[in-house]
């Protein structure tokens, strides 16, 4: 069973909360780390490329998304989710 978190990231210069379970955190960081980047600038460029979705979800199709194409950048997938 798998642990919700709420953190704070600041994105555009305001602070927002999101919840995620332990396993999307996870993901992040991985991914972040692969790319050479931070979780933030990550959730970043996630929430810029977000269609009406709330942003936890949209991590979520992202993380899942990067798992099963492990090549591809995070913002061209969630693009075209």
Known sequence: MSLVAKRSVTLGGHKTSVTLEDEFW???RMIAHRDKTT???LVGRINQT???SN???AIR???MAADREKQKPIV???AAA
Do not use: E, Y
């Open 26 to 28: 996870d993901a992040l």
């Open 39 to 41: 979780v933030a600038s």
């Open 50 to 52: 977000r269609n009406k």
């Open 55 to 57: 942003l936890s979800s």
């Open 61 to 63: 199709r992202s993380a």
């Open 76 to 78: 061209s997938i969630n």
